[in-house]
């Protein structure tokens, strides 16, 4: 479903030329926008949105047809449109200690 709302309070604040996924529409994926004016569309919510959709389809599927079928399209989007950006979340964050780089310390100056 299109959300007609959100784009246009997006093209409000002067990014009426924002490159958007319009078929399928995942409206509900959007998370923001650059001060560039490219949309930010979280991958997981886009997965979530073609499989609300799609019941039908496993999320494999659903993985698959959005990489091949709407990530590749970012390229041929119409000229002078601002490329949308997907955001991959980040599942865990580890810190690491100098110690536990072993080796690769005296390799590089710490």
Known sequence: MI???LRDYIAAEGHENAGVFN???YDGAIVGYTDEGAVV???ELMVDEYLSENSDCTRDEAIEFINYNTIRSIPY???GMVPPIIMYPVKE???VTVGELGGIKNEYKF
Do not use: G, L
Request: charged share 40%.
């Open 3 to 5: 959300d007609n709302y």
């Open 23 to 25: 078929c399928p529409s």
């Open 41 to 43: 569309y979280d991958f």
């Open 77 to 79: 989007m119409k000229d």
């Open 93 to 95: 964050i580890r810190r």
